[in-house]
């Protein structure tokens, strides 16, 4: 039996992030003042920040025989996550192109060719033991197969929404911890009403967060409810840091850290995820999570803001 402290398992891209002056109009061109090529994808950079904070991480997910492929598999190594449970294939990996503004915004185009979630039975889990399975629901098939499989083994289980589409539709209900944009909370409510949906999505979930960029997080779990704000921070470049904070999350959750805490410890390595381009350049290290948090609470100790940080 081999064991992992979180299985992360979803979608694996190749990022190609620009930066930009500007998002460019209808027929206009536009010339990039930078390039990073990296990996990227929900579930795959969940799994960085899982073992750069300090656990045992894998990632479960495809990923082509192509150069792309080939170029994440290896960052995914060098960084201490188990390949194992990798699928490789003739269709392509996944590619993202990202435009990134002066401010961090972002705007991002996604190809994925003839790629096609796995089939149920394409990865063997049954050997491996995780305390925290994180789901992103790009996988649907290999996700609905083997969660019950952890369920019964005591894993708890955790589900990047980002978007409603099939995985995360058939998954949401399915967890212990529902972690949704605004983004999903919206499309599945059907109008952008973050509370109500949170109460909605609550009232079937044992946890949920909704997840709201600049405007923090909303969480509920059973008859409690909170909110916190975002860390303020020089933003260069916001791709991945919802990626960060769900893998932080799950980190603080295989350590049994208190709620509270645990939403606070990912909201602070989602923040510092922000402060470089490239969402998996950006993903912090424990010591510099760890760091972030005793500024802060020192300036809130005195009475001060975060944001003269």
Known sequence: M????????GHAAYDLVFSVPH????????????????????????????????????????????????AHRRELIQDGVDDNWICRGDSPTPLSTI???????????????????LAA??????????????FDGHEPHVSCHWLPHFRDR???TVLDAGSLHEGTRRLMFEVDYLIASRKFAA???GCDEPRRALEELAAKSPAAVITLGEEGLIWQRGNEYGEMSV?????????????TFHGAFAVAVTEGVPWADALRFASAAAALCCTQMGARPGIPGR???????????????????????
Do not use: M
Request: aromatic letters at 6%; glycine letters at 12%; proline letters at 5%.
């Open 23 to 70: 998002h460019p109009g209808p027929d206009e061109k536009c010339t990039a003042t930078g390039l990073i090529a990296c990996g990227g994808g929900p579930a795959a950079n969940a799994s960085v920040t899982v073992s750069r904070l300090g656990c045992r991480a894998a990632f479960a997910g495809y990923l082509g025989r192509d150069l792309y492929g080939e």
């Open 287 to 309: 010591e510099a999570v760890k760091a972030f948090c005793r500024e802060i609470q020192i300036e809130e100790n005195r009475g001060g803001s975060a944001e003269s940080l």
């Open 187 to 189: 499309q599945w409510l």
């Open 154 to 156: 005591g894993a708890a």
């Open 2 to 9: 081999r064991a992992v402290d979180v299985i992360c398992i």
């Open 121 to 134: 039975d394409a990865v063997d889990l049954s050997g491996l033991d995780a305390k925290v399975v994180l």
């Open 99 to 117: 435009l990134v503004k002066p401010d961090g915004r972002r705007a991002l185009v996604n190809y994925r060719g003839a790629t096609r979630p």
């Open 231 to 243: 860390f303020p921070v020089d933003a260069v470049d916001t791709t991945g840091a919802g990626d």
